[in-house]
């Protein structure tokens, strides 16, 4: 496994931070998502926090010098949990977080025929 990374969020006074900062604290569950096609960096990584399974909202963004590396990662397929490991000073300018590589789930078995599951190869 690989070691968790600390990674600042910027930008949170120029989008929804202030409408869910009493909602966050140290522990909090974050979602990151990868934002390609992002004209200002195309390594973006925005930061959401979620309202539920189907809403979520900007908070800002990975700092890009804290978070090279993990665009690419996550290109490649990685998933990242992200939490809430310091809050924001006064200001609340910067909210710190730990990225932490998700382990790979274990391989899928196929299935013959019948249903029964299979490893590696059919008999």
């Known amino acids: 496994m690989r070691e968790p990374i600390d990674v600042s969020v910027i930008g949170l006074k120029h989008h929804g ?6 909602r966050i604290s140290k522990g909090t569950i974050l979602k990151a998502v990868r934002e390609p096609d992002n004209p200002h960096d195309p390594g973006a990584i ?3 926090f979620p309202l539920d399974a189907n809403a979520s909202v900007r908070l800002g963004y990975a700092a890009m010098d804290e978070a090279s590396g993990i665009s690419a ?4 397929g990685e998933i990242f949990d992200v939490v809430v490991s310091e809050e924001p000073g006064p200001k609340g300018l910067r909210l710190k977080t730990v990225f932490t590589p998700r382990p790979k789930p274990p391989p899928t078995p196929k299935r013959d025929p019948f249903g029964r599951a299979r490893f590696g190869n059919w008999l």
């Not at 931070?17 to 009493?22: D, G, N, R």
């Not at 990662?73 to 490649?76: S, V």
């Open 17 to 22: 931070y202030a409408s869910v900062k009493e």
């Open 73 to 76: 990662r996550m290109d490649a």
């Open 46 to 48: 925005a930061i959401r």
